[in-house]
């Protein structure tokens, strides 16, 4: 567990990506005749990446996180709030030259890949559309990619359907990995995968991460995947990160009641154990409409009347944070 | 247990589907029976059978696939030679299946409550007052709030978790004797996860209930299984009490499988996970031996054509391998000093 990019001797670089009070605004219409409704969708939310770590992003569906993702890889534009890559605004860059310091892996390698190109064909894609080279050098530069990635060469001539779920997240790897990204935003790269084809991908991202000196952003509600890849961790609950701390502190002392709710629901297999009862209550709340005070409230168990009415401030703790008034 | 709570017995049951490259046996002679209150948990990754098994017993595979069985005897019921309408009659009725996509598996241009009464009033009360009752009561058993209002709506009016949890109340009208759940949870949250696996232990304790439940998550299993099967390629290599599984893994498969997952505070941060190498087996054609053989670490020259049978360790806990404990433990440190 010794990454030289973390040393503490070097705290003070400059993160790789870095998000400074993004909010992202959605507006969503309610009917012919009424007005449409603000739905704050990112709220807030100021992240550091720092160079050569995985930073884990987690929370359940609609809490934000893949839009957040969205904003990182430039695809969604801000309503407040700036973006910076290496310390310098995103505004700076031009669409295709973020494109080429941070992309994505999807979730689903069976809708990700155009399945009417070949492997070859979706993998030198980005090359293409930035004009590196020449078709010598694409066939060169794909097959080393093939290989990086642990697939045979011949796939290259192959269509996305005819290769397993495993080989097709390899692709998208291999795709993602072309233009020698810096950051690498995976958005539950697993999720879709049987579990034996889930530890070799999760082993491969590992050892691509330390071959080339990359930067993940690891987004995913499995948290035992979360606990074994990632650095950092950010917890988010309806668009706002309630709780950010290093891996080790959060997964022995989780502190935000949702966040320790997700760890309680994480499903070990162990026998000795039964199904755990998270006291979440059944409702996900409406993000158009958002409770007062801790948006949390009103599924916490240990929610007080100070919940109800004011929202929780950051209590810091060096680079670590939560948001609850319980602190 | 006693023998007469045991409401689902079936032997050797084969699922033979012809297709262009020759006969596919995705399914090769898997044996199990439940009991009620009791929960079978299959698991095994896509393509092993898991779910095959599930659409046989309820008799909804497609016409050119041939199901065949030894036995399959429901409620004390020989149910092979059951035709189309009496097929009808069990489904939804006392055998009833929760199926893995809430999103697809409900109709959307219909009403929940016209397809929460439908199958109520189809089985057991045509009336359709009391209908409604048994969907509000249901929908509250499983912890919808305003019940009756929900009726109404249609289902993209509710979240993934909802419809899954109308999904299990459509499966409970009728009180069924058996539960089929195929993955319930795959497409939740955690968090919605755990809700719906302590709803549905909860449901199967309350109704007295047999409970056959498909998975790919081990997790799951091991939380809510009694009894488990783990299917490879058609076939059971490992069964027995959760515990026993859990706890020691006789088949390489198995074993495979549970190194393949982080576990936080067991496996160590950043640590290369296990993994089970290559792919599964291609399932056409005359199929001989242990088939996991070419993914196995311990294989040698007798598991191309080792028997069936398994080994079976006093605590009901039976594995297919030729290896036993001892010749494993031997294997493994001799892989090691290799």
Same mark, same amino acid.
């Given at each position: ?16 990506? %870095? ?40 929370? %359940? ?126 958005? %539950? ?37 979360? %606990? ?100 | ?154 289902? +993209? ?40 696996? +302590? ?16 998975? +790919? ?99 009901? +806990? ?21």
């Amino acid at each position: 567990m010794n990454h030289p990019q973390t040393s503490p001797e070097a705290p003070q670089t400059t993160p790789a990506l %870095e998000t400074d009070r993004v909010n992202c605004t959605f507006y969503v219409r309610q009917g012919m005749l009424r007005g449409s409704k603000p739905l704050i969708a990112v709220d807030d939310v100021s992240l550091k990446i720092p160079k050569g770590q995985v930073v884990g992003l987690v929370g %359940e569906s609609g809490c934000g996180k893949s839009t957040l993702a969205n904003i990182l890889l430039g695809l969604q534009g801000t309503t407040a709030g700036e973006v910076r890559y290496d310390g310098i605004s995103a505004n700076k860059f031009s669409r295709k030259e973020i494109a080429q310091r941070i992309q994505p892996i999807f979730q689903d390698p069976y809708s990700s890949l155009n399945p009417t190109k070949t492997i070859h064909s979706i993998i030198s894609l980005p090359l293409r559309i930035h004009r590196i080279g020449n078709s010598a050098e694409w066939d060169r530069k794909v097959r080393d990619m093939l290989d990086l990635v642990g697939l045979p060469a011949r796939v290259a001539g192959s269509y996305p359907s005819q290769l397993s779920g495993g080989q097709r997240q390899r692709v998208a790897i291999a795709r993602a990995l072309i233009m020698r990204p810096e950051v690498v935003i995976c958005d %539950e790269p697993t999720s879709a995968l049987d579990v034996s084809v889930q530890s070799q991908i999760l082993n491969l991202l590992q050892d691509l991460k330390d071959e080339l000196g990359l930067t993940y952003v690891l987004i995913s509600h499995n948290l035992a995947v979360v %606990e074994h890849m990632a650095d950092r961790v950010a917890v988010m609950y309806l668009g706002r990160i309630v709780e950010e701390a290093d891996a080790e502190t959060l997964f022995a002392n989780p502190r935000h009641p949702y966040t320790k709710a997700l760890l309680e629901s994480v499903l070990t297999p162990d026998p000795s154990m039964g199904v755990p009862d998270t006291h979440l209550g059944t409702v996900f709340p409406n993000p158009i409409d958002p409770p007062s005070g801790c948006h949390f409230h009103p599924r916490c168990a240990q929610c007080v009347e100070k919940c109800k009415l004011v929202a929780p401030e950051p209590v810091r703790d060096g680079a670590n944070f939560v948001e609850c008034h319980l602190y | 247990m006693s023998a007469k709570d045991v409401i689902l017995d079936v032997k050797n049951l084969t699922i033979d589907i012809p297709v262009s490259a020759g006969m596919l046996h995705p399914v090769r002679g898997t044996s199990f029976n439940v009991s009620r209150g009791e929960t079978l948990c299959i698991v095994g990754e896509s393509g092993c059978g898991k779910s095959l098994t599930s659409l046989g017993l309820m008799g909804l595979l497609p016409n050119t696939a041939q199901c065949n069985a030894e036995r399959m005897d429901f409620l004390g019921q020989d149910i092979r030679d059951y035709n189309e309408r009496q097929m009808s009659e069990l489904r939804g009725g006392s055998m009833s299946m929760i199926f893995q996509e809430p999103m697809t598996s409900l109709n959307p241009s219909y009403t929940l409550g016209d397809q929460l009464t439908e199958v109520y009033r189809r089985h057991v009360n045509r009336n359709r007052a009391t209908a409604r009752d048994r969907a509000v009561f249901l929908l509250e058993k499983v912890g919808i709030s305003a019940a009756a209002s929900r009726l109404k709506q249609y289902p +993209h009016q509710l979240s993934g978790g909802l419809r899954q949890r109308v999904m299990i109340a459509m499966a409970l009208m009728c009180g069924p004797d058996l539960i089929i759940a195929d993955e319930p949870t795959t497409a939740l949250d955690v968090t919605i996860q755990a809700q719906i696996l +302590h709803l549905l232990s909860d449901l199967q304790r309350e109704f007295h209930m047999g409970m056959i439940l498909i998975t +790919h998550d081990l997790g799951i299993v091991a939380r809510v299984a009694d009894k488990v099967q783990v299917m490879y390629a058609g076939k059971v290599v490992e069964e027995g009490p959760c515990a026993a599984v859990f706890n020691n893994p006789m088949h390489p498969y198995t074993q495979g499988l549970l190194r393949c997952i982080p576990v936080p505070g067991k496996t160590k941060r950043g640590e290369r996970l296990g993994s089970v190498p290559g792919i599964v087996p291609n399932l056409i054609g005359d199929l001989e031996g242990c088939m996991f053989r070419n993914r196995c670490p311990l294989a040698s020259e007798a598991c191309a054509r080792m028997p069936d049978t398994p080994t079976e360790l006093p605590d009901g +806990h039976c594995f297919t391998c030729l290896q036993d404990k001892s010749a494993l433990e031997q294997q493994a440190v001799f892989l090691e000093e290799v």
